[in-house]
């Protein structure tokens, strides 16, 4: 089992939705998880993390941590066509302080 | 703005040869990271840093890569008698103590032919 799976997806939503992505990890001593949005031959760039149970907001999106499921999730609210891109979600610590990855999502939010 | 930065960005090489990249981490950061990326798939952990000090080594980073942070600066990532899987993105991040977040370079895109 991957310390970090996600549902490769694709996942698509038109303009104006809501899109809806999720995370397991193996791991219960993992403390942080983080999501990346990654385009298309470009770096992954952080757009959220989370350390506590519960929700945190930042915008349009919004990370959600259940420990107890093992479970984390994003929402993004009012999709545009520019949040099209593979979502990588991240936890850790691993060993000494490196995270471990998904295979990550891709989105395709539609006009 | 000093993000992360990545040289060169992309590189072309033969298979057999040696390459090595360079990494430059935001520069209030301790710890560097390099991961490789492949297509479709998410960043691999590689190695990580913490000030000159390499703490971490995955078993993906077999004896032809070498990595180095001599001064606690900048990095340096080689591979020798490289091969074509050798193919790759390859991304630094780094991070400062307080915080888990990791920023990610440009990444330098290897091809082996």
């Known amino acids: 089992q991957k310390e970090v799976e996600q549902n490769s997806g694709p996942l698509s939503v038109p303009e104006g939705a809501i899109a809806s992505l999720n995370c397991t990890y193996s791991?219960?001593?993992?403390?942080?998880f983080f999501w990346y949005r990654q385009y298309s031959g470009k770096s992954p760039e952080l757009i959220m993390s989370?350390?506590?149970?519960g929700d945190k907001e930042d915008g349009r999106f919004t990370a959600q941590l259940n420990k107890a499921s093992q479970y984390v999730s994003l929402l993004i609210r009012d999709s545009q066509p520019s949040d099209s891109a593979t979502y990588l979600c991240a936890g850790g610590p691993y060993n000494n302080n490196d995270m471990r990855f998904g295979a990550g999502t891709r989105l395709t939010v539609k006009p | 703005d000093t993000g992360v930065s990545q040289n060169p960005r992309h590189k072309i090489t033969k298979r057999g040869q040696n390459v090595t990249f360079r990494c430059d981490p935001i520069?209030?950061?301790?710890?560097l990271y390099w991961y490789r990326q492949t297509l479709g798939q998410g960043p691999e952990f590689l190695t990580y840093f913490q000030n000159e000090a390499q703490l971490e080594k995955s078993r993906l980073l077999s004896d032809r890569f070498s990595a180095e942070r001599p001064k606690g600066s900048f990095s340096t990532l080689e591979i020798q008698r490289t091969e074509q899987g050798d193919s790759a993105m390859y991304l630094c991040?780094?991070?400062?103590?307080?915080?888990?977040?990791?920023?990610f370079g440009p990444g330098t895109r290897l091809t082996v032919t």
């Open positions: 989370i350390y506590s149970n």
């Open positions: 991040a780094s991070s400062s103590d307080r915080y888990y977040e990791q920023y």
């Open positions: 791991d219960r001593g993992s403390q942080s």
């Open positions: 520069s209030e950061h301790n710890r």
